[in-house]
């Protein structure tokens, strides 16, 4: 995991429920397209590929779209959580998170931030939300 989607993943690790159990994945020594977190709660089973947007771009390895491709079509819980920050003069000033379910895979693949089916939170976040949504029941 690059640096920038290390700090995004302490940020998210730092809000998450003390009974939550999370484990970041190093794909090193696992399967191609593994995501980046795997977490539990209340007995629901998750996995999130954590991400730093690029312009409006969401890259994504084919290895990545195949396995949260699978693991939807198996009935799995996948996410793809993307971060969005800019402070500068050319840029604007913001800082969003992007949320996907693992069923819009191929579409976040194709057209990045722009894609349909997901949820934008802008900071302030509010983590409770957040946190929630991963969560909850989600099939589309």
Same mark, same amino acid.
């Given at each position: 995991?690059?640096?920038?989607?290390?700090?995004?993943?302490?940020?998210?690790?730092?809000?998450?429920? $003390?009974?939550?159990? &999370?484990?970041?994945?190093?794909?090193?020594?696992?399967?191609?397209?593994?995501?980046?977190?795997?977490?539990?709660?209340?007995?629901?089973?998750?996995?999130?590929?954590?991400?730093?947007?690029?312009?409006?771009?969401?890259?994504?390895?084919?290895?990545?779209?195949?396995?949260?491709?699978?693991?939807?079509?198996?009935?799995?819980?996948?996410?793809?959580?993307?971060?969005?920050?800019?402070?500068?003069?050319?840029?604007?000033?913001?800082?969003?998170?992007?949320?996907?379910?693992?069923?819009?895979?191929?579409?976040? $693949?194709? $057209?990045?931030?722009? &894609?349909?089916?997901?949820?934008?939170?802008? &900071?302030?976040?509010?983590?409770?939300?957040?946190?929630?949504?991963?969560?909850?029941?989600?099939?589309?």
């Amino acid at each position: 995991m690059n640096t920038l989607e290390s700090t995004f993943w302490g940020l998210l690790k730092s809000h998450l429920p $003390k009974d939550c159990h &999370a484990q970041r994945i190093e794909t090193g020594s696992t399967g191609l397209g593994i995501p980046d977190v795997n977490m539990c709660w209340e007995g629901k089973d998750i996995w999130v590929e954590l991400k730093v947007v690029k312009g409006k771009r969401v890259e994504l390895r084919p290895e990545q779209v195949a396995w949260l491709f699978r693991r939807n079509r198996s009935g799995g819980s996948s996410w793809i959580a993307a971060r969005d920050k800019a402070d500068g003069v050319r840029k604007g000033k913001y800082d969003r998170i992007y949320l996907w379910p693992g069923s819009n895979v191929i579409e976040v $693949k194709e $057209k990045g931030v722009e &894609a349909i089916g997901g949820f934008v939170f802008e &900071a302030p976040f509010e983590w409770d939300t957040i946190i929630q949504t991963l969560f909850k029941e989600l099939r589309l």
